[in-house]
């Protein structure tokens, strides 16, 4: 297919003339978006149903039917991140986070919002935190009783090693809170391979939904304890779950539109086939374009075996006439929207594989990187000798 077609052919697809390379909001496709077009009563059985079936579908992703259950809440990730650290944490509980970048220090944030005490255990934001330090920290400490992790921090794109980070957790008997918000449906992460009380994640990531509401995915008999715990009362996870099991209804009003966008997302999801197939897309995606981008002479933050195939930071470019102000909008008008870094150990840009994404525009978008880079002069692709330190 030519490039002409390919293009045509992928705005047909998502309704869109430009992509969202980028961790969410990002790319989703045409039949998402019109599963929109109408307003549904939040009292609606039609309504209720499809609310009940999207949390029964998302407890099935991690394999968690038995024992766990889909507690949403309306807003962004960091609501159903707040709401779950505030009602899983009594009010003498004490938060050990494992920080490696922005979502990390978020938690801790939270924490002290909430006033319960935390600690973190922090690395930079190019590794994986300690193992042997959470051992002993937790030997050490007996008043941390909830530990928090994220599974792949946005910030770098690093994938952190959850499961040997929840054997840690679980042989020191304590409570693991996973956010695992950029990986969810895309990264595998089974509740019997990873034993945890908690994953977090949103409608507007790797399940490619639109944006406006999250959920937690807890383990029902540690909810059960948890009445009571919470500082606030729209973001009591306990409470919106004992409303929705009393009456299938959300205690206020519910996000309709992104919920009937989602359960779309979650229909095309299984169509794809599950967390396989979405990982296999993603895995491709990441390939070409880090591939493509080394090949102009950009130099990735991350070793290849500890990048998640999300979102890839590349190290800024020391060619003089490497603007990223003038990069990005010069992509942006060509119907490419990437990220800037949120790194504080170099200067970086970052570009997402996620969303209704296929290897093919990454390739059309390295094709148009090539093109800006050429109309600013950018002939050194490779970061200053410094900045690797
Ligand atoms: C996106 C994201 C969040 C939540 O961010 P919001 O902007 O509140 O949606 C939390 N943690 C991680 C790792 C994320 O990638």
Redesign the pocket.
Known sequence: MSEELHAADRAAHTGNDEFLLT??PLTTSLTVKQAMLRDWGSRDRQFIALNARIRERLVAIVGGERSFVCVPVQG????A?EATLGTLLPRDGRLLVLVNGA?GE?MMKIAKYLGRPAMALSCAEDRTPDLDSLAALLAEDRAITHVAA?H???TSGILNPIEKIADIVVDHGRSLII?A??SFGAIPLHVQRVPCDAIVA?SN?CLEGV?GM?YAILRQSVLEACEGNAHSLSLDLYDQWRAMEGNGQWRFTPPTHVLAAFDQALHEFEEEGDVEARHARYSANCRVLVDGMRAMGFETLLPDELQAPIIVTFRMPADPNFDFGAFYNRLAARGYVIYPGKLTVAPTFRIGCIGQLVKEDLEAALAVVRKVLDEMGVTQCAPAADAAE
């Open positions: 961790p969410g962004s990730g960091t609501f991140v979502y978020r994220v792949c921090e946005t956010d918000m950029s949103s990531k944006p999250a």
